[in-house]
Structures are given as structure tokens and as C-alpha cells.
């Protein structure tokens, strides 16, 4: 069967996506490997996407767009892409079950943490070593942690986590935090927050559990270990690319080069979300790249589908 758009990748930018084509009268798939909703459903809370003052939690804010999206009649398949191709105009996606074809292609397969690489992290990875907060934090209430990072997402984790860690280290390798000014006064001002300025992690100590980071000041030179019982890692994002044909245009980090229409230099092709080279990741511009994407794709599919069709049947 051939569909008029398939969708790989669920999160804001995957379900906005689904809304506006399957709205538009396209026969829309969306293909998820993972959880519905994408990394947002690990946030406690999102308060910075418009029309919710109050906050609300990632799950709800994509649990709501899964439920619009279905209403129009989209459809999500618990399957992974294994592989996309080409046949002229028709795009082939491959999951380990099945072959699909489609009309055009959305890509909004996101992006996933990025590791230090420091000796003991892969070990106590679910061990003492977190990327999320979210989902971990609970289990520390009372302990002491660590946030590496400096950024929104490490800042507003480090935040989080005093709701349970009696302590909170923040570590960053500059003597400032690149995260908004809110948060970063927000952090400032709670007493459980400690910053350990111009410092990198060398290297995660512990037997069968975490037990001690080794920190390398990065101004003395000085090196020294802290007691923790667990550390949370935001040190950037890299890009879920494993898919994509060498044919797609990367950038040097390995994100999707796409126009302001979010093509990519494949017709027919195109890209949202966090996957997309671009100046902010945040939930409102992926959701915003992917209505452009799904818009860009129904008048591709009305150029040169039906242009397509009319040639045929003259």
C-alpha cells in the first residue's frame, strides 16, 4: 500500500506533523520505535510552550497531541525504520516488518544526549549515571548528586532534583551558565544548589555504585574528588542520523540541512525537530517545523503527483 506521507519519529515535531497532514486529507502513518511524545515526555514540566501558564507535564503536552492527531486519523505503528530509499518519486521506509511506500517523506527522528566519555560512565550508566532527571530522580531523595552542564536543560534538571536531593553540585566548564537568565536566577537563589565553576569531569569512581567524581579545574589545574551518589549528564545533544542516505545534506555535526520549507535537498523529503540544523530546539519550534514540513508536503504531492497523474491519463 502506498500512503501520501509516513512520518518516522513521534516527538512535538513527529505529532505536529501527523495533525496537519492527516487535517489536510493525506493518508498519514507515523512510525515509532520508542515512546510516543519522543525525549518531552521525560520533562516534569513545560512552561515556556504558549496557552499553558500554569506549566504542564511532557507527557500530558504530548499525550494531547497524540489524541488530536489520531482524531484526524492519523496512525501510529509501533515499528522502527530500518532504512528509506527512492523509486523516482515514490519513497520506499523499511521497518524490520514491512516495506512501505509513500508519496513523501518526513523525517523527525530527534537527537539523543551526548556522553562525556570518561571512564566510569558507561559502567554505572542506570547505575548512578542519568540523563534524565525526570525519570531518575525519586531515587535519590535525601543524597547528594551532580549536574554537569550548564546549559537550559542541565539548570532546570539541577532545579528539579532539589525536590529530593538534599544537595545539589552543578558543574561547568565555564565561569558562566549559557542557560535563560530565569533559570539561571532560579538556581542561584536555591539554597540546596552549589556551582563548581571552570571544572570537567574526569573520571566516575564508585565499586558497585557511584561513589566519587574526579574533577579537573580547568583555571588551577588543580584536581580533586567530590562524594556523590549520583550524577546527571546535559552536555548537548547528537543527532539520531543512523537512517538518513549519505544523499541527505548534513551539517558538520551530522543535523539535516532543510529551507525554510524544511525540504531537504531530496524532493520530497523532508525534515523537523530537533534532527533539522537549526538556532533553538525547543518544544514550539519543533511543533512549528513540523506544520511547515506537512504543509510543504501536500502542495509537493499536489505539484507533481496529480501533474503526474493528468500526464498519465492524457
Not at 509501533?78 to 511506500?101: F, N, P, Q, S, W
Not at 580533586?224 to 542520523?241: A, K, M, Q, R, T
Request: proline share 3%; glycine share 8%; with cysteine.
Amino acid at each position: 500500500m502506498q500512503y501520501d506521507v509516513i512520518i518516522i519519529g513521534s516527538g512535538p515535531a513527529g505529532l505536529a506533523a501527523g495533525i496537519y497532514a492527516a487535517r489536510g486529507g493525506l493518508n498519514t502513518i507515523i512510525l515509532e520505535r520508542a515512546i510516543i511524545g519522543g525525549q518531552i515526555t521525560s520533562a516534569h514540566q513545560v512552561e515556556n510552550y504558549p496557552g499553558f501558564p500554569d506549566a504542564i507535564e511532557g507527557f500530558e503536552l504530548t499525550e494531547r497531541m497524540r489524541q488530536q492527531a489520531e482524531r484526524f486519523q492519523a496512525k501510529f505503528l509501533d515499528e522502527e525504520a530500518t532504512a528509506i530509499g527512492m523509486e523516482g518519486l515514490c519513497k520506499i521506509v523499511e521497518t524490520r516488518e514491512h516495506k512501505y511506500r509513500t508519496k513523501a517523506l518526513i523525517l523527525c527522528t530527534g537527537a539523543y544526549p551526548r556522553r562525556l566519555n570518561v571512564p566510569g560512565e558507561q559502567r554505572f550508566t542506570g547505575r548512578g549515571v542519568s540523563y534524565c532527571a525526570t525519570c531518575d530522580g525519586a531515587l535519590y531523595r535525601d543524597k547528594v548528586v551532580a549536574v554537569i552542564g550548564g546549559g537550559d536543560s542541565a539548570v532546570e534538571e539541577g532545579i528539579y532534583l532539589t525536590h529530593f536531593a538534599r544537595k545539589v553540585y552543578i558543574i561547568h566548564r565555564r565561569d558562566e551558565l549559557r542557560a535563560q537568565k530565569i533559570l539561571q536566577e532560579r538556581a542561584f537563589q536555591n539554597p540546596k544548589i552549589e556551582f563548581i565553576w571552570n571544572s570537567v569531569v574526569q573520571e566516575i569512581h564508585g565499586s558497585d555504585k557511584i561513589e566519587k567524581l574526579e574533577i579537573f579545574n580547568r583555571v588551577t589545574q588543580e584536581i580533586s574528588f567530590l562524594p556523590v551518589d549520583g550524577v546527571f549528564i546535559y552536555v548537548g545533544i547528537l543527532p539520531n542520523n543512523k537512517l538518513l542516505e549519505s544523499r541527505i545534506n548534513l551539517d558538520e555535526a551530522g543535523f539535516v540541512y532543510t529551507d525554510e520549507f524544511m525540504h531537504t535537498n531530496i524532493p520530497g523529503v523532508y525534515a523537523a525537530g530537533d534532527i533539522r540544523h537549526k538556532v533553538l530546539r525547543q518544544v514550539v519550534t519543533a511543533t512549528s517545523d513540523g506544520a511547515i514540513a506537512a504543509f510543504s508536503a501536500e502542495k509537493w504531492i499536489r505539484d507533481n503527483y496529480e501533474a503526474l497523474e493528468k500526464t498519465e491519463q492524457n
